[in-house]
């Protein structure tokens, strides 16, 4: 589990623009959102990256780099790249296991049956302050009951206005 207030473990990661989303190069003025999502298989993933992308200016007004990342392979990250509506949400793909692993997400295997990948992590949403450590964070198990948009950037403002510290260091 990552502790709030400590460094965040590097991401070097694909996008689907042909071009490379790298942590540890983001310079925001506020803070960096790190969307984790399921994969194209998940209908839940697509309304709330859909959402999410339509708001995308409304975070980015306010100093807010937002990507969203997955497990997914190079192909089905373009699928949903393609199929989605996304805007111009930043879509990184081929997160390792491992990697996963150390931002405490979840991780499922597939349903007999099912789209889904062999592997994937359940969702899970980050926001890192401009020196690379952690200010929020929210992991699921499940696809449902993902963070409110508007109520999170409410609260990021509010965060920011306030100078309000990060909590639950003592964990």
């Known amino acids: 589990m990552l502790k709030p207030g400590q460094p965040v473990p590097a991401l070097d990661l694909p996008l689907t623009i042909e071009a490379r989303f790298e942590l540890e190069k983001q310079k925001p003025e506020n803070f960096t959102m790190l969307v984790f999502y399921r994969g194209k298989h998940c209908p839940i993933c697509r309304k709330y990256l859909t959402e999410l992308g339509g708001k995308l200016d409304k975070f980015t007004d306010k ?69 690379g450590t952690l200010h929020f964070a929210v992991v699921q198990n499940a696809p449902f009951t993902r963070p409110d948009l508007d109520d999170l950037l409410e609260g990021m403002m509010f965060t920011i206005k306030k100078d309000y510290p990060t909590r639950g260091t003592l964990t």
């Not at 990507?67 to 949903?80: G, W």
């Not at 989605?84 to 879509?91: A, S, Y």
């Not at 499922?108 to 049956?113: C, M």
């Open 63 to 131: 100093g807010i780099n937002v990507f969203a990342i997955s497990m997914d392979s190079p192909e089905r990250a373009a699928v949903s790249h393609e199929e989605w509506d996304t805007h111009d949400l930043p879509l990184a793909h081929s997160l390792s296991e491992d990697k996963a692993r150390e931002y405490g997400l979840y991780i499922s295997e597939k349903r007999e049956g099912s789209e889904e990948p062999d592997v994937f992590s359940e969702p899970g949403l980050f926001v890192v302050k401009p020196d």
